[in-house]
């Protein structure tokens, strides 16, 4: 799909998962150009098959892209995400690796980028926009917009927008580079601590960024490590 090129929006008043939907969509042919997006999700998914809460309120959107590999994805749809929830808001999101949208300290949105080499990839977002409350489990760690802002939002505005900066970000596909030069200027994560957990081992170290492959610098006290995956990593909640 060109940058800025007409789409066909699929609108859904109720979905497993706009990601699934979308996937199923393209199976059967659709364009490339197709865009999902649901009121509600009731099976949303985060990284690594974690349920991703998504109510009533919140924007659900999925499209398609077609990229030699995934490696720039995440990075440019957190980019389009945050300064999306910018623009329309005035609040101040930032990003956090791999795929986290960030407003104070908690999480307001996320993505997933799912699908594999020499078909197209199919890239969620989800932002919490008019939620007033989460359970208990993510009320430390969530926020929505109008949480933050005291202040509700028009969905279709935060959608519009999220797509145009899409087609934005876009144009520096798939160069991975030019993409981490613009997420690092949204990035909440130098300083950040956050939990590692491998096999029934775990230890605390604090994040340092991202170095020019995407992976996540960290500092345990003693010696920088890379880490690559996001495979057992949980970030200390806010004031912790």
Avoid at 81 to 96: H, I
Wanted: charged share 20%; glycine share 10%.
């Amino acid at each position: 799909m060109n940058a800025g090129s007409p789409r066909t929006v699929v609108r859904l008043e109720r979905v497993d998962s706009t990601n699934t939907h979308l996937a199923r969509l393209l199976k059967d042919g659709a364009a490339l150009d197709t865009v999902v997006v649901a009121a509600e999700q009731t099976g949303g998914r985060g990284q690594l098959g974690r349920a991703w809460h998504s109510p009533p309120g919140s924007l659900a959107l999925s499209l398609a892209v077609s990229a030699p590999d995934s490696a720039s994805l995440p990075f440019a749809a957190a980019v389009a995400s945050a300064e999306a929830v910018r623009d329309c808001s005035g609040l101040p999101a930032m990003v956090r690796w791999p795929n986290d949208i960030i407003i104070r300290g908690r999480k307001a949105g996320g993505l997933l980028v799912e699908g594999r080499a020499g078909g197209p990839w199919v890239i969620g977002f989800g932002i919490n926009v008019n939620a007033a409350s989460f359970p208990d489990e993510l009320a430390r760690t969530a926020t929505s917009l109008a949480i933050e802002s005291g202040q509700s939002f028009d969905l279709p505005l935060i959608e519009r927008s999220l797509l145009a900066k899409w087609d934005e970000v876009s144009r520096l596909l798939p160069a991975l580079d030019r993409v981490l030069t613009r997420w690092r200027l949204l990035d909440c994560t130098p300083g950040s601590r956050v939990r590692v957990r491998e096999g029934e081992t775990e230890r605390v170290v604090e994040a340092a960024g991202v170095d020019d492959e995407g992976r996540l610098l960290a500092h345990n006290g003693q010696v920088f490590e890379v880490i690559s995956c996001a495979s057992g990593l949980d970030w200390a909640p806010p004031g912790q």
